[in-house]
Nanobody
Framework: QVQLVESGGGLVQPGGSLRLSCAAS????????MGWYRQAPGKQRELVAA???????NYADSVKGRFTISRDNAKDSVYLQMNSLKPEDTAVYYC???????????WGQGTQVTVSS
C-alpha cells in the first residue's frame, strides 16, 4: 500500500521561505513522477511542480524562479523549497505520485502553508 506523508508546512511572513518534504513508502519510488500540488479555499487543485524519474522538472508559471522541486531516491522522498513566498501561495500543499503524463494515482494528506504578516 502506497503512503505519502507531507511535512514542513506552517505560517510564514511574505518574503519568507519554507521547505516541504514528502516521504513515500510502499512503492518503487524511483520509477515514478512526483509532483507538488496545492489547493486554496474555493479553488481547484493545481500543479505547482513536478519531477520525473529522470530528474526533469516543470513548474507552474506562478512559482518559476521561486520554488525548486527535488528528489532523493535513496530516501524515497521529494522536496519543495519555497522562497520569496507571497500571500497568494497560501494553500494546502499535496504530494502526488504517478506516471509521467497522467494525474497522480496516490496522494498525501496535505500540509497547510499560510503566508501572512
Amino acid at each position: 500500500q502506497v503512503q505519502l506523508v507531507e511535512s514542513g508546512g506552517g505560517l510564514v511572513q511574505p518574503g519568507g521561505s519554507l521547505r516541504l518534504s514528502c516521504a513515500a513508502s510502499g512503492s518503487i519510488f524511483s520509477i515514478y513522477t512526483m509532483g507538488w500540488y496545492r489547493q486554496a479555499p474555493g479553488k481547484q487543485r493545481e500543479l505547482v511542480a513536478a519531477i520525473t524519474s529522470g530528474g526533469r522538472t516543470n513548474y507552474a508559471d506562478s512559482v518559476k524562479g521561486r520554488f525548486t522541486i527535488s528528489r532523493d531516491n535513496a530516501k524515497d522522498s521529494v522536496y519543495l523549497q519555497m522562497n520569496s513566498l507571497k500571500p497568494e501561495d497560501t494553500a494546502v500543499y499535496y504530494c502526488g505520485q504517478g506516471q509521467l503524463g497522467d494525474p497522480p494515482r496516490y496522494w498525501g494528506q496535505g500540509t497547510q502553508v499560510t503566508v501572512s504578516s
